[in-house]
């Protein structure tokens, strides 16, 4: 028994071919309903848009290639917006359900930072879900930003700005 969902379109008399991967709202869907093809062709635009800056790294200044980095890949990067207004309750309520705030039993220096409650995952299946990758990239986000109270989203982003260029060995 096939468990894939097949994509096919018929319009009037004429009937498209099945796709195995679909493209929605700009999330690109895959035949098993997973994000993996998404996260792919994402990896794949950042990818190509740091090569070109690397081999080309010698034809621009520093500040444009703050601004290359500013319009090509960090709208790309928008989509983690999510994950940070589900928290304080900004988003619709269905994405805010997927995630819990956790809560320290000790206090310790890093029990003060926002983190999340991890949910099991005992499938590969269930590691690709929002509930369960929107938790663990968001605790390994806090080991760098270390934010104890929530800020606007605009701080937000300049944070993760200023955490991306610094880790861009452009210079």
Not at 58 to 80: C, R, V, W
Not at 131 to 143: I, P, R, T, Y
Request: glycine fraction near 2%.
């Amino acid at each position: 028994m096939d468990n894939n969902v097949r994509f096919s379109q018929k319009q009037g008399y004429l009937s498209y071919p099945k796709h195995l991967n679909v493209l929605d709202l700009g999330v690109w869907l895959d035949c098993k309903l997973s994000f993996q093809t998404h996260i792919k062709h994402l990896q794949s635009k950042i990818k190509s848009r740091i090569g070109f800056l690397f081999h080309n790294k010698a034809s621009f200044t520093h500040a444009a290639k703050h601004t290359f980095i500013k319009l090509t890949i960090l709208p790309i990067l928008d989509f983690g917006d999510v994950i940070y207004k589900s928290m304080p309750g900004k988003a619709p309520p269905y994405l805010s359900s997927l995630v819990t705030m956790a809560t320290p039993i000790r206090s310790t220096r890093s029990s003060r930072c926002i983190s999340l409650i991890i949910p099991k995952a005992n499938t590969s299946f269930a590691r690709l879900s929002f509930q369960f990758s929107a938790a663990c990239d968001w605790n390994e986000l806090q080991k760098s930003l270390k934010l104890e109270t929530f800020i606007s989203l605009t701080n937000f982003k300049h944070l993760l700005s200023e955490q991306l260029t610094e880790r861009c060995s452009c210079t």
